[in-house]
């Protein structure tokens, strides 16, 4: 079932997060924080996320994460199910520890057309993240590059917008970039891991702090979409 489009445009900063667990411990904590947080509404038993990052000509923005550039930015297109009639356009940037995303949904056609190098209906949509897009994607002569999929757990926290979500079974394809293709040639990313990212805005609630302190987790600087660019990786080094 696709997953229900978020508003038009969202523009949001927070902190966020990361740590790798092995599959034995992210279900131990997902039973524990079951307890205390309400499963996503989009997806309570869990849903799958596909993303088509783009980077720049000369691969900038993979190069910026490669090297723990303080502030860097992506560009995914972001669908839920191959049939969903829609996408969702985002640039995301980090500061340090913040994450600040501005996102537009897309009809499929105009997702399509973008895939395949066409910018300038973003003018005719005329808001401030759709011009920045525009100029970003233009000025870097922005392509495709990696399409990453991963099985998400979501579990939310109203007070300052908390946010856990687990990744698992993580793959990526560099061959083949059809965003809306149901059959891919995926490899293995992260492979027997699970990704937690923890988001909220300000604090994290102190509840779920003290449940986290106890789990010895270690954080960890890790991009889903550098992880996948094995090809390109290979290639530079």
């Known amino acids: 079932m696709a997953r229900q489009p978020d508003k038009p445009v969202l523009s949001v900063w927070r902190t966020e997060e990361k740590y790798l667990l092995d599959y034995a411990h992210a279900l131990r904590l997902r039973e524990k924080l079951a307890c205390l947080m309400d499963a996503d509404a989009f997806g309570p038993e869990g ?3 596909r993303s088509l990052y783009f980077d720049s000509f000369h691969n900038i923005d993979y190069a910026e994460k490669d090297a723990g550039v ?4 992506k560009i995914r297109l972001r669908i839920y199910d191959e049939d969903q009639p829609d996408a969702k356009l985002e640039l995301k940037e980090k500061n340090g520890d913040l994450q600040h995303k501005s996102s537009l949904l897309l009809s499929r056609e105009q997702a399509l057309a973008l895939c395949d190098g066409e910018r300038s209906f973003l003018l005719d949509i005329g808001s401030e993240t759709a011009l920045r897009l525009y100029s970003l994607m233009t000025l870097g002569l922005y392509q495709p590059a ?9 579990y939310t926290w109203d007070a300052f ?6 990744d698992s079974r993580v793959r ?5 970039l059809r965003l809306y293709e149901r059959d891919l040639p995926w490899f293995t990313v992260l492979d027997g891991q699970v990704l937690l ?9 102190r509840v779920l702090s003290q449940v986290l302190d106890h789990e010895n987790l270690h954080r960890v600087s890790i991009s889903k979409y550098t992880s996948g660019r094995l090809g390109l990786a290979a290639w530079l080094y």
Request: hydrophobic share 35%; aromatic share 14%.
């Open 146 to 154: 990696a399409l990453i999929e991963y099985d998400r757990r979501a």
């Open 197 to 205: 990212e923890v988001k909220y805005n300000r604090v994290l609630p």
């Open 172 to 176: 990526g394809s560099e061959l083949d």
């Open 70 to 73: 303080w502030r860097r930015k």
């Open 47 to 49: 849903y799958r996320v």
């Open 161 to 166: 917008s908390t946010r856990l979500t687990f």
